[in-house]
């Protein structure tokens, strides 16, 4: 159960990492407006002369960086177009993807001891630990993911979200590794080597999500179904936008933004989110300063936002365009 449980964490963490934290409350009474990328809307509709998902072409001295923007989760059986990416994978030096969890000699012995702080306490089971309204919704999404309830009963409310995610995505025919896994893919049949920006340890994340109060965690709950919610009406519609480069439609079908802040109220998940972000930008201005091409995968929760990747790109004397 702890190398299940620990993969299931995880696919939060890569979730809300690319989001950039909120110290402002969101609830019912605020209106969060999330600012978009000026580079995205200088450059929007995104035209393109081949098919598939949007690409940005990332220009600076003699180096060459083309972006390719994706979200997750998207349908297992969407047969997107590929030929755009195809093209940019052409003389390319190399394709970097987001880190993969990887387990450390560190992370197994703080994986066990982390564990029993992520059991509800005192015995107590989920429906007693969460509000009647969230457990409802709890236990449709259950039925939806054909799974018992008493599979998650005593685990914490946000351990026990994050696996319902993942058994709901199965069985509505979600990828949580897609298009990550099809473009490691592509690469490799193109032999063009695939590295991977970042490390992620998860002893530390673990032992952080143990220690959030009881009120910061039904935050984090309540966040996790909505984004449950999303992906049960709205991915499918938001995927084939995204195969098909619409910029204005992915805006328009936006997933909630209470996972934002659930990543305010861990600090081991802001820790994560600051140094991804900081090694995402230094590794692709590396990347600017070298003579050829590389091709990076940027989730676009992180990419089509104020200040996101592109921005900071600019800001830092990047020209930004898009390529045909």
Not at 76 to 92: E, F, I, S
Not at 122 to 143: E, I, K
Not at 148 to 172: C, M, Q
């Amino acid at each position: 159960m702890a190398i299940r449980l620990t993969s299931l964490l995880l696919a939060l963490l890569i979730w809300v990492a690319p989001l950039q934290a909120s110290t402002q409350p969101i609830g019912p009474e605020k209106d969060v407006a999330v600012g978009e990328s000026a580079v995205v809307d200088e450059l929007a509709p995104v035209v393109v002369h081949m098919p598939g998902p949007a690409l940005w072409r990332v220009s600076q001295g003699r180096g060459e960086v083309v972006v390719l923007g994706y979200f997750q989760p998207l349908p297992h059986a969407l047969d997107w177009p590929k030929g755009r990416v195809l093209a940019a994978m052409q003389g390319a030096r190399e394709v970097l993807t987001p880190p993969d969890p990887k387990l450390g000699a560190w992370d197994a012995i703080n994986i066990a001891l982390a564990l029993p702080s992520l059991h509800n306490a005192h015995g107590r089971t989920l429906d007693q630990v969460t509000s009647p309204t969230d457990y409802q919704r709890f236990l449709r999404f259950a039925a939806l993911a054909h799974q018992d309830p008493k599979h998650y009963a005593h685990w914490r409310p946000l351990v026990a979200g994050a696996a319902l995610i993942e058994d709901v995505r199965r069985a509505t025919g979600l990828s949580s590794a897609k298009p990550v896994s099809t473009v490691t893919h592509l690469a490799k049949e193109a032999k063009v080597p695939v590295h991977t920006v970042g490390k992620v340890g998860v002893g530390n994340l673990l032992r952080g999500v143990g220690r959030i109060s009881a009120g910061q965690e039904q935050g984090c709950f309540h966040a996790l179904l909505d984004e449950l919610e999303w992906e049960t009406t709205t991915a499918k519609r938001a995927g084939e936008a995204w195969a098909g480069a619409d910029m204005v439609a992915l805006r328009s079908l936006r997933p909630p933004l209470g996972l934002e802040l659930c990543t305010d109220t861990v600090p081991s998940l802001r820790a994560v989110i600051e140094q991804e972000t900081r090694e995402a930008v230094e590794r692709i201005v590396g990347a600017l300063g070298q003579p050829g091409k590389t091709v990076v995968l940027v989730d676009l929760r992180y990419l089509d936002r104020r200040n996101g990747l592109l921005d900071q790109l600019r800001a830092r004397g990047a020209t930004i365009s898009t390529p045909q």
